[in-house]
């Protein structure tokens, strides 16, 4: 691509956390999702696992926060080319869940699923091993509705938009389905190293 | 030529819930993976903080209103900004867009367009992008934009003119004042201006609250209205929620939030 006349871009120290195409949102955190804001009380939410696994799974908030705890901190980055760095969330890894529920052997994709009916697919893989967490806690305090509170699931590695808000369950599948926005054309991985944002990347 | 509708999206082993509406159209992989060169033909300013860019884009395929693109911009040493950017133009601006950008304080982007862009400069352009707040222009559409939320929103109501269309369509548009309102001499009587903070004689000054909404769902067609809300993200949770308390169902509520 050839240099835009005139365009310098703001001074900026060299970042090596920062994949390709995104910059630095420092204290902003852009609220994007397609739908309305659910009105979700802590006490309504659950979280299931279901699908190819040994045993189906429902957790209540306070069965959820029964388990071990655990905390992300590191950096995010969404598709719409911003990205944070050193956020804190705090919650319960999935391999907790997914260790009482037990997928199957044939198990090689997820679809994560949101309590607004949001969806989107992920390899299993991207979910274990200390990859994904279910969290409530952002920074010390309880996660905003805006943000996908009381709950969403966070998979740091991937685009933001995996990263389900107000987040109900995972289902196990042993095929790849694309959710929401991989129906409207976005990447069906979405790794932000190799820059996979729109199908076809 | 403009991507078509589909209803049929791929099934999905979601549980089905209330709040989940399913895009409008199929999006072209090949169009949105594709960067394209865009040679900006024209600047006219609309608000003393907003101005229309308009661009040739040859190898455009097409979109639908509602639709946004993704614009990059490289600095000399190999540096990249690239942002989204709703297109404000009808599908029939045969190999053109237009987009509208607010002037964001210490912005980069917008920064660049508007002190330094001139006709002749090339930038490069991906897209359309999105199924999911396009309109085809099939169903009564509820528009509600602030700011430069109208954007995608004008779209909408110059494909609805451009094409003669019948179907009802509606605009609540809210601006700061009447100076700060883009696109205002071209609307027409299906919109209604709201001035947070100062208006012209005789109109009074205030949000878009409970009472525009329920005025606009009391005249609702038969069927009710596919909703679309744009702006900030602090508007479209305002307005997203006064739909909903008015009765207008989640799952037929778009919402496109600029960040
Ligand atoms: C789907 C979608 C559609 C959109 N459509 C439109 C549209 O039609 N029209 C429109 O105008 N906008 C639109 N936007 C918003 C647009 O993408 C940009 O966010 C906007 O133009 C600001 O970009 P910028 O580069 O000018 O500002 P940025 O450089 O991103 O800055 C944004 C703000 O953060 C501050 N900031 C951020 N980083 C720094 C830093 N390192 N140092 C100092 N300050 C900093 C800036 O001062 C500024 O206030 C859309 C967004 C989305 C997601």
């Known amino acids: 691509m050839n240099v835009t006349r005139g365009f310098a871009g703001r001074p900026r120290v060299r970042n090596d956390g920062l994949p390709p195409g995104q910059y630095d949102a420092r204290d902003d955190w852009p609220v994007l999702s397609a739908e309305v804001t659910p009105d979700l009380a802590p006490a309504q939410w659950t979280f299931t696992v279901d699908g190819l696994v040994a045993e189906e799974r429902t957790w209540t908030w306070d069965e959820a926060h029964a388990l071990p705890p655990s905390a992300y901190e590191g950096d995010i980055h969404c598709v719409t080319s911003w990205s944070k760095f050193g956020v804190r969330f705090a919650g319960v890894s999935l391999d907790a ?62 685009y933001f938009w995996k990263s389900a808000k107000w987040i109900a369950g995972i289902r196990l599948l042993d095929h790849d389905e694309p959710g929401f926005w991989e129906q409207n054309g976005y990447h069906h991985r979405g790794n932000p190293w190799e820059e996979q944002r729109y199908s076809g990347d | ?90 599908p029939d601006d045969d ?115 409970a009472a525009h909404v329920a005025r606009l769902l009391a005249d609702g067609p038969e069927g009710g209205w596919e909703a679309y809300v744009c702006g900030s993200n602090g508007f479209a949770e305002h307005a997203s929620r006064l739909l909903v308390d008015a009765g207008q169902p989640v799952d037929r509520i778009r919402i496109e939030r600029f960040g």
């Not at chain 2, 309109?135 to 494909?159: C, E, N």
């Not at chain 2, 609805?160 to 609307?187: C, D, F, K, M, Q």
């Not at chain 2, 709201?194 to 109109?203: I, N």
């Open chain 2, 95 to 209: 190999g053109h867009v237009e987009l509208t950008l607010d002037h964001i304080d210490g912005g980069e982007v917008s920064g660049w367009f508007h002190t330094v862009a001139k006709p002749g400069d090339e930038v490069e352009l991906r897209g359309p992008l999105s199924g999911f707040f396009a309109w085809p222009g099939d169903r009564p559409a509820l528009l509600i934009g602030a700011g430069s939320g109208v954007v995608p929103l004008m779209s909408m109501v110059r494909h609805h003119r451009a094409r003669n269309l019948t179907v009802p369509l509606r605009l609540l548009v809210s601006a700061r004042g009447p100076e700060e309102l883009i696109y205002a001499s071209e609307y027409g009587a299906e919109t209604t201006a709201v001035f947070t903070r100062s208006a012209p004689e005789g109109v009074a000054v205030g949000r878009v609250a």
């Open chain 1, 97 to 158: 869940f997914l260790d009482l529920a037990r997928p199957t052997a044939e198990a090689t994709h997820a679809v994560a699923y949101s309590h607004t009916g949001y969806t989107t697919n992920l390899p299993l893989a991207d979910l274990t091993g200390g990859r994904a967490w279910i969290v409530w806690e952002y920074g010390d305090r309880p996660l905003p509705a805006e943000h996908g509170g009381p709950a969403r699931l966070i998979v740091p590695r991937l």
């Open chain 2, 1 to 90: 030529m403009p991507p078509t509708t589909s209803s049929a999206t791929a099934s999905t082993t979601a549980p089905a819930t209330r709040f989940a509406v399913p895009g409008r159209i199929a999006v072209s992989n090949r169009a949105a993976a594709t960067w394209q060169c865009a040679t900006l033909t024209e600047i006219r300013r609309e608000t003393p903080h907003a101005a229309t860019f308009r661009f040739a884009v040859p190898e455009w395929t097409g979109h639908l209103p509602g639709q946004h693109l993704m614009l990059r911009l490289r600095a000399e040493d190999g540096y990249v900004a690239q942002r989204h950017y709703s297109i404000a133009s009808p």
